[in-house]
T-cell receptor
């Protein structure tokens, strides 16, 4: 299995709703990433998990709450979002960078979840 | 501040023609440069990855070049097809001491291939 899957594909939610985005990979990758992408803009990094521990949080508002329950799953819990949070949310995974290992780790992206906040 | 700039912003070419996309970066210390293809509403798909020691890499009709001295890269597409219509994003990774890479994305070039 060489792909990253994301569910749901589309999500419409109100500002008072609580919802979750899910990401799954079975490539043995121990680094997983959440990105936010607005239309015609490049992806913006939100969070990075390395070995199931949060290693990077790019000053993301607390209404976004990531969770990595195991090495194959990555969730993004959403609560009290704003209309400007509407975007394509991308998940990615990669092998970890290790001393003595390859110089780079290719990130594999999922198809994304298109989120609309009303 | 790490930055990646791409040109042109958009490009329209006829099917069968060649084109070249440009990328300039100021990411330090440099680790590797990637070109991704992204269809509208989909996740990016990797085309090539090059480290500082590589100056060209091909993937089918896609050929990427890297000049680490001038910090420039190009992506050449040969014999374009309608399915090449997409955004092409140049992404640069800096060397870091962590186990997860942090990427700097360019704003992309939107390519449209027409009949």
């Amino acid at each position: 299995d060489t792909e990253v899957t994301q569910t749901p594909k589309h999500l419409v939610m109100g500002m008072t709703n609580k919802k979750s985005l899910k990401c799954e990979q079975h490539m043995g990758h121990r680094a997983m990433y959440w990105y936010k992408q607005k239309a015609k803009k490049p992806p913006e990094l939100m969070f990075v998990y390395s070995y199931e521990k949060l290693s990077i949080n790019e000053s993301v508002p607390s209404r976004f709450s990531p969770e990595c329950p195991n090495s194959s799953l990555l969730n993004l819990h959403l609560h009290a979002l704003q209309p400007e949070d509407s975007a394509l949310y991308l998940c990615a995974s990669s092998l970890p960078l290790l001393a003595g290992g390859p110089l780079y780790n290719e990130q594999f992206f999922g198809p994304g979840t298109r989120l609309t906040v009303l | 501040k790490n930055q990646v700039e791409q040109s042109p912003q958009s490009l329209i070419i006829l099917e069968g023609k060649n084109c070249t996309l440009q990328c300039n970066y100021t990411v330090s210390p440099f680790s590797n440069l990637r070109w991704y293809k992204q269809d509208t509403g989909r996740g990016p798909v990797s085309l090539t990855i090059m480290t500082f020691s590589e100056n060209t890499k091909s993937n089918g009709r896609y050929t990427a070049t890297l000049d680490a001295d001038t910090k420039q890269s190009s992506l050449h597409i040969t014999a374009s097809q309608l399915s090449d219509s997409a955004s092409y994003i140049c992404v640069v990774s800096a060397r870091n001491t962590g186990t997860a890479s942090k990427l700097t994305f360019g704003t992309g070039t939107r390519l449209q291939v027409t009949l």
